[in-house]
């Protein structure tokens, strides 16, 4: 048997890694009785200071009613903060799949929830964000926001399960510390130049390609600067406008991190991001150069998340 021997130099950080561990928890994670923790909340301990006064009261006066109505009392006190333990225990908890998110917004982590019974008034809270209230009736997916602060990988952070359930005496709680990371793409830039090419760059405007002319659309920051319709623009006074041709959209554009305006590397990401979002908007085939990683032209979902997450990992 192990036993804990408090010596007087062993200091608090030591103290406080003894009874809350900060090694990853392994999956999937039951929350036993050794995991949970119980202390009365204000409402329990002005509950308890009232049931100290009606005994006293009772004793004084030999009041046999009050006597009845306060073990009764008490006695609804301590079948409260029992099952308030049981809503935490023998829950279990897997990490699921967590969603991507930009950064500045929110991410959300996946936490599956196992349970045989329904367990009300559960919390759940990663460290300075805020609480999510959940009532489980069955085993459950819950997805769980959390800010998302820089581009990269960001670690799951310790996950506090509470409940107050049902009279709310007592709180009990327990931590789920799980080895998660999600992926935060950067954060698109607001405003962005047009694409140019940069082959193109410093030429005169040349004419359009032999395509067929199809008409006129919004203008996006994609766009070659020689199919801006600026005749069109001027008289029409609805914004900048774009020629479209029949075959746009087969023609696919090259994304290159060495040719992208910007000051800094952050800066250039973002424009980077922004052209990136708009081309996969707008249907438009599109590759990516970073240094010696070279994404061939695509347009569906995974290529648009596999150029994010590049940029992310720069």
């Known amino acids: 048997m192990n036993t804990f021997v408090l010596r007087p130099g062993l200091a608090l950080s030591q103290l406080r890694q003894r009874i809350w561990p900060r090694h990853p928890d392994t999956a999937p994670l039951t929350l036993s009785q ?4 119980v202390l009365p909340t204000r409402a329990g301990l002005a509950y308890g200071a009232t049931l100290a006064l009606m005994l006293v009261g009772s004793i004084n006066y ?9 073990f009764l009392l008490g006695g609804l006190g301590v ?7 049981r809503n935490l225990a023998g829950l279990q908890l897997s990490p699921a799949r967590h969603t991507p998110g ?3 917004e929110l991410l959300h982590y996946g936490l599956q929830l196992n349970t045989a019974r329904p367990r009300p008034g559960l919390r759940f809270q990663f460290a300075d964000s ?3 209230s959940f009532n489980l009736e069955e085993s459950h997916t819950l997805s769980l926001p959390l800010p998302a602060l820089q581009r990269g990988w960001q670690a799951m952070p310790r996950l506090t399960i509470s409940t107050t359930w049902p009279l709310g005496l007592v709180r009990a709680w327990s931590y789920a510390r799980f080895q998660e990371q999600c992926l935060v793409y950067p954060a698109p830039a607001l405003t962005a130049p047009p694409y140019t090419p940069p082959e193109r760059e410093g030429a005169q405007q040349r004419s359009p390609e032999p395509d067929d002319f199809f008409g006129l659309r919004p203008h ?19 914004g900048l406008l774009s020629k479209q041709f029949a075959s746009e959209h087969g023609s696919a554009i090259w994304f ?14 973002a424009i980077l991001v922004r052209w990136i979002l708009d081309a996969h908007a707008s249907k438009q085939s599109y590759g990516l150069k970073l240094g010696t990683l070279r994404l061939e032209p695509a347009n569906d979902n995974d290529h648009l998340h596999a150029c994010l997450q590049a940029l992310a990992l720069i």
Do not use: C
């Open 62 to 70: 030999n009041l046999s009613l009050g006597y009845a109505l306060t």
């Open 79 to 85: 079948i409260a903060s029992v099952n308030t333990f």
């Open 34 to 37: 050794r995991r949970i923790y």
């Open 102 to 104: 930009f950064a500045g």
């Open 220 to 238: 996006r920051n994609t766009d070659l600067l020689q199919h801006v319709a600026w005749k069109a623009s001027a008289r029409l006074d609805e």
């Open 256 to 269: 290159d991190l060495a040719h992208t305006p910007g000051t800094s590397l952050e800066e250039k990401i």
């Open 130 to 132: 805020a609480q999510s």
